[in-house]
């Protein structure tokens, strides 16, 4: 047994093929002995009994079922109760959490991180998320996709449908093994082009081609990938900000406002035809523009994300970008926009933030990773959606349908 016992984390959108995996890994853990928590959006958990039907478990003691909710939100407190007391009752060698088909990894990761009774006793050893390829694919090249019931914004008040590709996007950036599931239904072109999406959208992670998720339980159990540092720096396009930022470090800022971002960009995979690059200005984007400019983006660009200046809004405005699914949220203010007291102390705690004399922190950072993009169109184009002289002195009276406060979001496009 271990000080700690090791948790691994399942994800994967409904249907995927994560109940699948947990039969697997139930039939072929050797001498591991195996919790599992399991959770479903409906009224009756079936994941449960299909658990417990496919192995030695039943629901009563061999797992623990949560229902009627969404693990990393409404049911994080049971989520907390239920790990403490299975550890507190039972003896086992491994956890497995099966978060919903909606659900996000991250939030039910940091519950065994912060400090906490959760983390005394137990240790995240990897998170995993299972993709239904085909579905994958067809989700990033712009294609429709069947709605599953269910798959709403765990964030909505309002029971808001949120796009498939956002959910993917979520679960696969935190990843550190990836089950690329129902090999058997694609072609071989189409497998390569999964794995250097894969690749691209999070450079990290271990890539398994599966069908029926049956996968060596060594290859997602006891792997001890997990680093509590490095969940927001596995995704591609937090990777290609970092080694941007490390490439523009002897860039000077011109006094007119503007940002000589050098082009920056990276080649995650060129065999694959996968790039990315960065795109910088301290020139702010006309509102209308930039919207434009989203909703006629390229379906070569499968992701992009960072955060905008956008005129008449003196807030960071997050942009993020999945296959057809666009959204905006405000990310907080600018430094420059706080009290002077305010701005030396963010500042004296930050010494290596880029400061411009006129501008403060005020810029633009967004990353763009596709597949044979045309490059200098876009930057062109995007270059186009900043403001002039004269729309910059009016920017209030600009016609704006970006947030303005924290927790407001802004679907710009939709699929």
């Not at 000080?3 to 697997?24: D, F, M, R």
């Not at 994958?136 to 709403?152: C, K, W």
């Not at 020139?283 to 499968?302: A, D, G, I, N």
């Not at 970008?321 to 420059?336: E, K, N």
């Amino acid at each position: 047994m271990h000080a700690t016992i090791p948790v691994t984390v399942l994800s994967g959108s409904l249907g995927a093929g994560k109940t699948t995996l947990l039969n697997h890994l139930l039939r072929t853990a050797d001498e591991r002995d195996l919790a599992v928590l399991v959770n479903d959006m409906g009224k009756v958990n079936v994941d449960a009994e299909l658990v417990a039907e496919g192995s030695d478990l039943d629901v009563e003691n061999g797992v623990a079922e949560l229902s009627n909710g969404c693990i990393c939100c409404e049911l994080t407190d049971d989520l907390e109760t239920a790990v403490v007391r299975l550890a507190r009752e039972r003896e086992f060698d491994h956890l497995i959490v099966e978060s919903s088909g909606i659900s996000e990894p991250e939030p039910v990761a940091k519950l065994f991180t912060t400090a906490s009774r959760v983390a005394a006793r137990y240790e995240i050893d990897a998170l995993v998320t299972v993709l239904d390829t085909r579905l994958f694919l067809d989700a990033f090249a712009g294609d429709e996709v069947p709605e599953r019931t269910g798959e709403t914004d765990d964030s909505s008040t309002d029971g808001e449908t949120r796009p498939l590709s956002d959910l993917l996007i979520e679960q696969l950036e935190t990843a550190h093994v990836v089950l690329l599931n129902k090999t058997d239904l694609c072609d071989p072109d189409e497998l390569t082009e999964a794995t250097a999406l894969v690749q691209a959208l999070q450079p990290s992670a271990e890539t398994i081609e599966t069908e029926f998720s049956a996968v060596d339980p060594d290859s997602v159990l006891d792997t001890d990938l997990f680093d509590s540092g490095q969940l927001a720096e596995l995704a591609g396009w937090k990777r290609a900000l970092d080694e941007s930022d490390d490439d523009q470090s002897d860039h000077h800022h011109g006094g007119d406002g503007h940002h000589d971002d050098g082009h920056a960009h990276r080649h995650p995979d060129e065999r694959y035809g996968i790039d990315s690059f960065v795109f910088r200005n301290r020139r702010p984007f006309h509102p209308e523009r930039l919207v434009s400019f989203y909703r006629e983006l390229p379906t070569e660009v499968v992701r992009s994300k960072g955060t905008a200046w956008v005129a008449g809004r003196d807030v960071k405005v997050g942009l993020s970008q999945a296959g057809q699914s666009v959204r905006a949220t405000v990310r907080g203010p600018w430094i420059a926009s706080l009290p002077a007291v305010d701005q030396e102390l963010y500042r004296a705690n930050r010494p290596g933030l880029e400061w411009h004399d006129d501008h403060g922190d005020r810029q633009t950072e967004l990353v763009f990773i596709g597949t044979e993009f045309d490059e200098e169109r876009l930057r062109n184009r995007l270059t186009d959606c900043l403001v002039d002289d004269g729309e910059w002195e009016h920017a209030d009276a600009l016609e704006n349908p970006f947030p303005t406060e924290a927790g407001e979001a802004v679907v710009v496009r939709e699929p």
